[in-house]
């Protein structure tokens, strides 16, 4: 990669972690992942909308419309879950469980598609590398395999979060690559990926709103967020789909986009500190071990 490419990808895994450090600093619920999801995509509308917006219409048909109801689905199970994670254990458990586990899903999900053949040796390493690292990453001391250090509802909703990533992960692609390929639309892959995530921006919107509107508990969070939150939830927006075009921005200066992903996966690392430093969790030597052996465990993932 080029010093550009791994700039931009650091500045994408720092902000990143840090709507994250934002999701659980204060009140994570999934009425407040409601509005910074409306919210990024509202910033998005401005830059897809004159640049690409007649493609996108004149693409949208039936196949493309069925890929983004999934994604929508499929957002309301990862924001649902990471919120939860984040209102019940730590960052610094919850947020590198669920990037890595997510990453691994994707994986099993290629074996039982009957496509392990594309796996490589360095990619199996990494699967183990991962494995390891979400055992590690909720105990305290080495050694503490009891079945309520996994089983607590942190570390299950973080799971939820990370099979809703591997899954909406697996539909963008098909949905990007269908933008890519349709007749009589102009795009390339960044106006593409821009296009893609404001379409998706709208239907996880929607069908997270029908989550909220469905609980009066979460009615009430979604008052209480407008009212003291919105600022957060603009902030975590711009964030969430900021960060998403700066790795598709970094696409233009690497040879392999394959790097690119797994080197923005360093954002574990970040959050990791950023939950030590700035929300004063107890950093467990099996916690920061854990940690490190899950991204090095994507970075062989992603070059395998």
Not at 1 to 6: F, K, Y
Request: glycine share 10%.
């Amino acid at each position: 990669m080029t010093p550009t490419a791994i700039i931009i990808l650091l500045c994408a895994a720092s902000i990143h972690a840090g709507w994250n450090l934002l999701g659980k600093r204060r009140n994570p619920s999934p009425a407040l992942f409601l509005l910074a999801n409306t919210a990024g995509g509202l910033a998005l509308a401005p830059f897809v909308l004159p640049l690409c917006g007649a493609s996108l219409l004149a693409s949208f048909h039936g196949p493309l419309a069925a890929l983004i109801i999934g994604a929508g689905v499929l957002h309301v199970l990862y924001f649902v879950g990471l919120s939860n994670a984040y209102a019940s254990g730590n960052l610094t458990v919850a947020y590198p469980l669920a990037r890595s586990a997510a990453i691994l899903w994707v994986a099993l999900l290629n074996f039982a598609l009957g496509r392990g053949h594309q796996v490589s040796g360095l990619c199996l390493a990494g699967i183990v590398l991962i494995v390891v690292g979400c055992m590690l990453l909720p105990q305290r001391a080495f050694g503490d395999l009891r079945w309520r250090t996994y089983a607590n509802p942190c570390c299950l909703y973080a799971l939820q979060a990370s099979v809703g990533t591997a899954l909406y992960t697996l539909v963008d692609d098909r949905g990007i690559h269908y933008l890519l390929a349709s007749p009589g639309a102009a795009f390339t892959p960044l106006t593409a990926g821009y296009a893609y995530e404001f379409i998706e921006a709208i239907s996880a919107s929607l069908f997270l709103g029908l989550f909220v509107a469905w609980r009066s508990k979460s009615r009430a969070e979604l008052r209480g967020a407008w009212k003291e939150q919105r600022g957060q939830a603009w902030m975590m927006g711009i964030g969430i789909y900021g960060a998403y075009g700066l790795v598709l921005a970094s696409f233009a200066y690497v040879r392999n986009v394959s790097y690119a992903s797994a080197f923005r996966e360093v954002s574990i690392l970040i959050g990791v500190l950023i939950g030590w430093l700035f929300l004063h969790e107890r950093m467990y030597p099996p916690r920061a071990v854990g940690a490190l052996l899950a991204f090095a465990g994507l970075i062989l993932v992603g070059i395998g």
